[in-house]
């Protein structure tokens, strides 16, 4: 078997099983997935192999067979099938910087570390969530009396998530001597780039073209402190106007500044080293970078906080929600996906001038507070 006649045997072979998955209209299994993976390998190797062969030939400018350019990603990704392989566990590493295919990867950001917050993965291009606002309509009704319809004050909200995305270009050269661990790692760091944007638009996000971000919620309750901390006073007024609007605080959000302030208020006002904010040895989110306690709510740390506003240009923010406010969608282009796609790519002209490799990784993202009153912004704390 020529190796044109064992690269089209494992591409039939991998169309095969996507569409014998199509036609169950169900998701692939991890053997199938595996087995497309496997498959997919198989043929980059005969391409390869095929290549090499015609490079050695006495007449290399002699097609010996003629099929369409990068037909590997069309076999797996035809119709969105390879798109619904299982998300990649490991990275993105020497297998996949080999093939032109999407490889789909989780992305944590600190929205997940939010206490009943509402997460959405969707593969529709939008979401439209009915979201009941304080609904004050129970009422008692004796035994065997009919219940009257109530007309409880309903919230629409929309999720169109928007695409956030980063292409890098490496030589070829680069790419064959760098080992899988670095490879990994090159990929990770694209990842890392994009969750970087998705909580900065998560909370700064101006809502023209983009998610409108906490910091930016209109109607969201407020507090200006004005000044540095010197007591939890601002945390109180702000848990007790997100209680008052029937909210439930379940967080707090802020800067890494806001929490060194926070460490060197202490816990009474003489002989005392201990920080009002504790480490909290349930806290599961530890590896969002949390893992703090002030007043009984964990403290979710970001960067994207900023630390940089008024006037003076020290003043930072700290957000008290109720989680069950905030609704935020990952948009996957099939079920079972993962967030973030990765692909790779050499097709462009300049790409093969040049020999180089370029890889792209996309999100796609939106975020809405349904409920302005389950959130409270205290403004204005100057940091150092």
């Known amino acids: 078997m020529t190796h044109a006649e064992k690269r089209a045997a494992a591409l039939a072979d991998a169309r095969q099983i996507l569409e014998t998955a199509k036609g169950a209209a169900r998701a692939l299994t991890p053997q199938e997935s595996s087995r497309i993976e496997s498959l997919v390998a198989d043929a980059n190797h005969a391409k390869l192999a095929q290549a090499a062969d015609e490079a050695r030939a006495p ?47 989780d992305l944590p950001t600190f929205l997940d570390a939010i206490p009943n917050a509402v997460k959405h993965s969707i593969t529709e291009p939008s979401l439209k969530v009915a979201v009941i606002a304080d609904d004050n309509t129970a009422a008692v009704y004796a035994a065997g009396a009919e219940v009257t319809a109530a007309d409880p004050t309903t919230t629409l909200v929309t999720l169109n998530p928007y695409r956030i995305a980063t292409l890098t270009e490496i030589s070829r050269e680069v790419v064959s001597a ?36 906490i910091l930016n919620t209109a109607g969201a309750w407020g507090v200006a402190l004005g000044g540095t901390i010197s007591n939890l006073d601002f945390l109180a007024d702000a848990v007790e106007k997100v209680q008052r609007a029937g909210g439930q605080p379940t967080a707090i959000v802020t800067s890494p500044a806001v929490v060194r302030e926070l460490l060197q208020v202490k816990s009474a006002t ?90 792209r990784a996309t999100a796609r993202f939106d975020l809405a507070v349904a409920n302005p009153l389950g959130l409270c912004i205290v403004s204005g704390i100057t940091v150092a």
Not at 194 to 209: F, I, M, Q
Not at 320 to 331: E, I, K, S
């Open 270 to 359: 003489t002989g005392s080293n201990l920080p009002v904010i504790q480490a909290n040895a349930a806290q599961p989110f530890a590896d969002l970078g949390t893992g703090l306690v002030l007043n009984g709510l964990p403290v979710i740390v970001s960067t994207s906080v900023p630390a940089n506003g008024g006037a003076s240009g020290n003043q930072s923010y700290l957000a008290v929600l109720d989680g069950a406010a905030l609704h935020y969608a990952f948009q996957s282009p099939s079920s079972g996906a993962a967030p973030v796609e990765l692909a790779r790519s050499t097709e462009g002209s300049d790409y093969f001038a040049k020999d180089l490799v370029a890889l």
């Open 178 to 213: 760098m080992p899988d661990s670095a490879l990994r790692a090159f990929g990770a760091s694209l990842i890392t780039s994009v969750r970087r944007k998705v909580e900065d638009l998560a909370l700064n996000g101006s809502g023209s073209s983009q998610p409108t971000g």
């Open 59 to 105: 007449y290399a400018s002699v097609v010996k067979y003629s099929e369409p350019k990068h037909d590997t990603a069309m076999a797996v990704g035809a119709a969105l099938g390879v798109r619904a392989i299982t998300p990649s566990t490991t990275g993105f590493g020497r297998a996949e910087w080999s093939q032109d295919i999407v490889t789909s990867l």
